[in-house]
C-alpha cells in the first residue's frame, strides 16, 4: 500500500529534550516535505526537500533541522523543543515533473506537546 | 502579503445545495499551481483537486471544480450536490517555484458544515 508513515504518532514531552520524528515513504516520491498547523494559521511549510542531500527553508524553519540521506526518509529534529513547538505536524510527499505533482500523499500526523 | 487568502472562516451548505469555498492569491511567478485539500475532523489531508497557471480549462474531479480566475488571481473550489461526509475543513494552497526549488503556501482554511 502506498502511504506515508510518521512516527510517533502522540509525543509529550519537556523543554530542550532533544526529539525526532520519522517519516518515510514507499512511492519513490522526490519532493518531500514538513508543515506544522496550528489553529487559526493553517498548515505552515517547515522544510522541504526537493531530492536526496537538497533540503531547504519553508516558512517556518527556527527550531527545526531536517535531513534527507536517502530518498524514502525525510526525519524531523528538533534539538531543543520549547513549548511554541507544540503543534501538529505533517509529513508529505508528491513526485515532481508529473502534472499531479501537487498531490501531495500527507502522513497520518504527529501531535506533539512540548511541556 | 498573505499569499494564499481564504476569507471565509466558516461555511453552511444544505444538503444536495451547491458551494463555493473562496481563494484568492498572490503571487509574481508565471509557472504556479493551485490546490486544495479537505481535512475532517480525523485529521487527515485529503487531495481533492489541481490547477495549473497555464490550464485554459477550469480543472474539475467528481464533483469539485476549480473556478480558475487568472486575471483575478483567484481559485475558488465548487463542490456541487453537497453530502454530509463533505463537512470538514477545506485548505486552498499554492505551489510556487523559488529558483530551483517548489516551495508550496497553505492558506488558513474554510470550515464548511453540510446541513441535512
Known amino acids: 500500500e502506498a502511504q506515508v508513515t510518521q512516527n510517533p504518532r502522540y509525543l509529550i514531552t519537556v523543554t530542550g529534550k532533544k526529539l525526532t520524528v520519522t517519516c518515510s515513504q514507499n512511492?519513490?516520491?522526490?519532493?518531500m516535505s514538513w508543515y506544522r498547523q496550528d489553529p487559526g494559521l493553517g498548515l505552515r511549510q517547515i522544510y522541504y526537500?526537493?531530492?536526496?542531500?537538497?533540503?531547504d527553508k519553508g516558512d517556518v524553519p527556527e527550531g527545526y533541522k531536517v535531513s534527507r540521506k536517502e530518498k524514502r526518509n525525510f526525519p524531523l529534529i528538533l534539538e531543543s523543543p520549547s513549548p511554541n513547538q507544540t503543534s501538529l505536524y505533517f509529513c508529505a510527499s508528491s513526485f515532481p515533473g508529473t502534472r499531479r505533482f501537487n498531490e501531495q500523499f500527507f502522513g497520518p500526523g504527529t501531535r506533539l506537546t512540548v511541556l | 502579503a498573505q499569499k494564499i487568502t481564504q476569507t471565509q472562516p466558516g461555511m453552511f451548505v444544505q444538503e444536495k445545495e451547491a458551494v463555493t469555498l473562496d481563494c484568492t492569491y498572490d503571487?509574481?511567478?508565471?509557472?504556479?499551481?493551485l490546490f486544495w485539500y479537505k481535512q475532517p475532523s480525523s485529521g487527515e489531508m485529503i487531495f481533492l483537486i489541481y490547477q495549473g497557471s497555464y490550464d485554459e480549462q477550469n480543472a474539475t474531479e467528481g464533483r469539485y471544480s476549480l473556478n480558475f480566475q487568472k486575471a483575478r488571481k483567484s481559485a475558488n473550489l465548487v463542490i456541487s450536490a453537497s453530502q454530509l461526509g463533505d463537512s470538514a475543513m477545506y485548505f486552498c494552497a499554492m505551489r510556487e517555484n523559488v529558483g530551483s526549488y517548489q516551495k508550496v503556501t497553505f492558506g488558513i482554511g474554510t470550515k464548511l458544515q453540510v446541513i441535512p
Open positions: 512511492m519513490n516520491h522526490e519532493y
Open positions: 526537500s526537493m531530492n536526496v542531500e537538497v533540503t
Open positions: 503571487t509574481s511567478d508565471q509557472s504556479y499551481g
